[in-house]
């Protein structure tokens, strides 16, 4: 009996001391927590989703990279994320990029917008400012010795339009035609499609094509990039004004971000930064847009059963 009294005593030690351990164990591993003393978690490395603009055709790619490429910069610098350039061959499939939010700005033909803004919702942003000025024309040129005065003199002669959706590479030329009582398909030889405005302009100077309609603004700019132009073709005739072609974003983009893309697009002439790559594109400054001023191509579309 006294045995068993001894082996109770002993295990109440032994229980008594592995207590104490762990008591003096679990103090030591609290006292190295200080809360005054605590460190931020460890970062986790996130990749910036880039912001992906697309410029329509209206120049030619190499032309469109190097003249918006200081905006790109700008609005990187200014998003604090990466600025990607996505390039496509035809309008179409510029209004399909935001269509499918693959891309969330767009620069487009204003024929463009209103069959974006009608179809899927496309949203106007803002509109370019040149020289004062926030209407553009459609010009036919010819080449500057052509026997050529007036439209009527350009039947039976080669037509270059520029894309299927260009207001003033198609639409309008195909609406003055229609005024006349003619159509494309009778009244010229033969016609095609250039898709690029400046690629239009060096198809009559170099005598691929007979005259051409294009972008009073990419005019301007071909004329002044390339002086020698001026020897080689002419406007024989000018449209009435229209709204400014306009820079766009889809239906889908978070009012967050169309609110500071905005914001940033009105006020970058205030900037030295901005201003350098406003001077680039030959553009004053953004201002506000209004669908309003796209309402005669409406009309064009209307008249000529072009309504889609």
Do not use: W
Not at 165 to 171: C, E, K, P, Q, V
């Amino acid at each position: 009996m006294e045995g068993r009294h001894v082996f109770i005593l002993l295990a109440f030690l032994l229980v008594g001391f592995l207590l104490m351990g762990c008591a003096r164990t679990q103090a030591e591993t609290l006292s190295t927590v200080r809360l005054h003393d605590l460190q931020p978690l460890p970062t986790v490395n996130q990749e910036v989703v880039p912001l992906r603009i697309s410029v329509a055709a209206m120049i030619s790619p190499q032309g469109t990279v190097e003249s918006y490429r200081p905006l790109l910069d700008y609005l990187s610098q200014e998003l604090g994320r990466p600025v990607e350039l996505v390039q496509r061959r035809t309008y179409a499939e510029v209004n399909d990029l935001i269509r499918r939010s693959e891309v969330d700005v767009a620069f487009v033909c204003t024929r463009a917008y209103v069959l974006g803004h009608r179809q899927f919702g496309m949203q106007l942003l803002v509109i370019p400012e040149v020289q004062g000025k926030r209407v553009y024309f459609s010009e036919i040129i010819v080449r500057q010795e052509a026997p050529i005065q007036k439209i009527e003199d350009l039947r039976g002669h080669i037509f270059a339009f520029t894309d299927p959706l260009s207001n003033t590479g198609y639409l309008y030329p195909v609406y003055l035609l229609h005024t006349l009582g003619e159509r494309p398909e009778t009244f010229f030889t033969r016609t095609f499609f250039t898709y690029s405005h400046d690629n239009a302009i060096y198809a009559v100077a170099d005598g691929v094509a007979d005259a051409a309609a294009v972008d009073s603004l990419v005019l301007q700019y071909a004329l002044q990039r390339d002086p020698g132009l001026k020897k080689r073709i002419r406007v024989i005739h000018r449209s009435p004004p229209f709204g400014m072609p306009p820079v766009v974003v889809g239906p889908e983009i978070r009012p967050p971000l169309k609110a500071t893309l905005r914001d940033i697009f009105l006020t970058m002439h205030q900037d030295p930064n901005g201003r350098r790559a406003l001077d680039v594109l030959g553009v004053d400054r953004f201002v506000a847009g209004d669908d309003s001023a796209y309402q005669t191509i409406r009309e064009m579309e209307a008249a000529l059963g072009l309504e889609q």
